[in-house]
């Protein structure tokens, strides 16, 4: 059973930093696809970030590129999401996502991926 429990968020004012971290078993590291997906009050959902075993780096979302940085520890089944330079409309809860990696980043960043963990809130004040 794929489980995700995503952590770390909290409040705080835009220019500053948080880093999330989502606990992630259930799967095969060998064939996977892992990412943030973002939602706020109001807005449509944005996938914002995703790792996967068909891509040699991360994937981003142009909201969050070059501010946002996703990397994993697979030996502690951890993933996280390290944001910079917040900006209010980075306010949303944050959950992680899982999927069989088989499409690659490309895809799931567009689409998403099948499998939600519980988010975290983000709250960023200006």
């Known amino acids: 059973e794929v489980q995700l429990q995503a952590s770390g968020g909290g409040s705080v004012q835009a220019g500053g930093s948080l880093r999330l971290s989502c606990a992630a078993s259930g799967f095969n590291w060998d064939d996977y696809a892992i990412g943030w997906f973002r939602q706020a009050p109001g807005k449509e959902g944005e996938h914002v970030s995703c790792?996967?075993?068909?891509?040699?780096?991360?994937g981003y979302a142009d909201s969050v590129r070059g501010r946002f940085t996703m990397s994993s520890d697979n030996a502690k089944n951890m993933v996280y999401l390290q944001m910079e330079s917040l900006k209010p409309e980075d306010t949303a809860v944050y959950y992680c996502?899982?999927?069989?990696?088989?499409?690659?980043?490309?895809?799931?960043?567009?689409?998403?991926?099948?499998?939600w963990g519980k988010g975290t809130q983000v709250t960023v004040s200006s």
């Open positions: 996502e899982h999927d069989d990696g088989a499409k690659g980043c490309a895809y799931y960043l567009y689409y998403g991926m099948d499998y």
């Open positions: 790792m996967s075993s068909r891509d040699s780096s991360p």
